[in-house]
Each structure stands twice: as C-alpha cells, then as structure tokens.
C-alpha cells in the first residue's frame, strides 16, 4: 500500500481503522474497495508539478473518474482524491 497510495491516504485510513477498533490496514481498506477482476484503465493523465488528475476505470468504478494523485519519493501515488465523486461506483 505505501507503494501506491499517498501517505495522507494512508494516514486517513490508519485513523479511520483505529476508530473502527480493526487491526489490519490491508484487510480494512479491502472490506470498502474490491480487487478489480481485470486490471483497471487509466487515461487523460494531467500532471502539474507534483501533482496530477487522472481518470480510472474499473473495479468499482463503472464509469470513468478523475483521481487526484501526488508525486511522492519520485513515485505518483493515489491519494483518494475526487473533484467528481457522483461518477464514483457508477453512481
């Protein structure tokens, strides 16, 4: 997870789950987001500095979303982020 997701996404999670009284980060995070069966698309990456919006498909998400990414020890990680959470699990 530190791999992919923003460490303010993952600092969100980790209090959300001590709330929730869970033990596991993984295990918490997957009882809200499925493993995709395919792998998930990626398109209109808009980067600027070290910040970026991209738009996913797949998985929960049936209908193209932009993202907000941030670019952390040189990687691009997701950060939970949405300016359009209505297109969100094809709502």
Same mark, same amino acid.
């Given at each position: 997870l &530190? /791999? $992919?997701c923003s460490a303010a996404y993952l600092a969100r999670n980790l209090q959300a789950m001590? !709330? /929730?009284g869970a033990k596991d980060l993984a295990t918490y =995070?997957? /009882?809200f987001d499925n493993i995709p069966e395919k792998p =998930? @698309?990626?398109r209109n990456e808009r980067i600027d500095g070290n910040r970026a919006t $991209? @738009?996913?498909l797949g998985g929960d998400y049936g209908k193209w979303t932009?993202? !907000?990414m941030v670019k952390e020890d040189g990687k691009w &990680?997701?950060?939970g982020g949405s300016a359009d959470l209505k297109t969100v699990k094809g709502q």
């Open positions: &530190k /791999d $992919v001590k !709330e /929730d =995070m997957a /009882d =998930m @698309e990626v $991209v @738009e996913i932009p993202f !907000e &990680k997701f950060t």
